[in-house]
T-cell receptor, first 115, second 113 residues
Framework: SQELEQSPQSLIVQEGKNLTINCTSS?????LYWYKQKYGEGLIFLMM?????EEKSHEKITAKLDEKKQQSSLHITASQPSHAGTYLC???????????????FGKGTKLSVIP | DTGVSQNPRHKITKRGQNVTFRCDPI?????LYWYRQTLGQGPEFLTY????????KSRLLSDRFSAERPKGSFSTLEIQRTEQGDSAMYLC???????????FGSGTRLTVV
């Protein structure tokens, strides 16, 4: 089974609607990263979370890491067509002091926004 | 500095040929990582360097894969005797220690025919 599960696998929303993507692990997450990827391109960094209960926002995107550091959510408010793409969560799942930061990724959530 | 740079963007090669990809990280980043991504999957970690030292290489997919970072700056990933199953996007990333600024390049898409 996948170490890092993302849900849903895909999402189609009307422009202006809010949405949430989840990233869940059975292990503690040391360093949780959210990225956005357009088809055939590289990953664009969105946010990094490290502390339990941490929440960060950038423009209309908010990401949270739960207190137990085993689940993160990404919330988009008032979605726009420019938000379309695949959202990936990646995590360091092996504590090793300074951190190796070998990231384990989920399979991604494909978001489509209908104008 | 414009971010992590990867060359070439696309590579088509015949089965059995060797290929080499280059990655230029963000200049102040001392960590450099290589990942592979196949269609519909998230990136899969292959190897990483801290400065010129390769600290993890057990996740390289086979002994046909090797990576170098000779002077702690740019890195190369070589695949020898390519197979059709090697077709994928190869991504490079760099960061500071502690994983800060973990930035990916645009990737090299390899097609083995």
């Amino acid at each position: 089974s996948q170490e890092l599960e993302q849900s849903p696998q895909s999402l189609i929303v009307q422009e202006g609607k809010n949405l949430t993507i989840n990233c869940t692990s059975s292990k503690t997450l040391y360093g949780l990263y959210w990225y956005k990827q357009k088809y055939g391109e590289g990953l664009i960094f969105l946010m990094m979370l490290q502390k339990g209960g941490e929440e960060k926002s950038h423009e209309k995107i908010t990401a949270k890491l739960d207190e137990k550091k085993q689940q993160s959510s990404l919330h988009i408010t008032a979605s726009q067509p420019s938000h379309a793409g695949t959202y990936l969560c990646g995590a360091d799942m092996s504590y090793s002091g300074a951190g190796s930061y070998q990231l384990t990724f989920g399979k991604g959530t494909k978001l489509s926004v209908i104008p | 500095d414009t971010g992590v740079s990867q060359n070439p963007r696309h590579k088509i090669t015949k089965r059995g040929q060797n290929v080499t990809f280059r990655c230029d990280p963000i200049s102040e980043h001392n960590r450099l990582y290589w990942y592979r991504q196949t269609l519909g999957q998230g990136p899969e970690f292959l190897t990483y360097f801290q400065n010129e030292a390769q600290l993890e290489k057990s996740r390289l997919l086979s002994d046909r894969f090797s990576a170098e970072r000779p002077k702690g700056s740019f890195s190369t990933l070589e695949i020898q005797r390519t197979e059709q199953g090697d077709s994928a996007m190869y991504l490079c990333a760099s960061s500071l220690e502690g994983g800060y600024g973990y930035t990916f390049g645009s990737g090299t898409r390899l097609t083995v025919v």
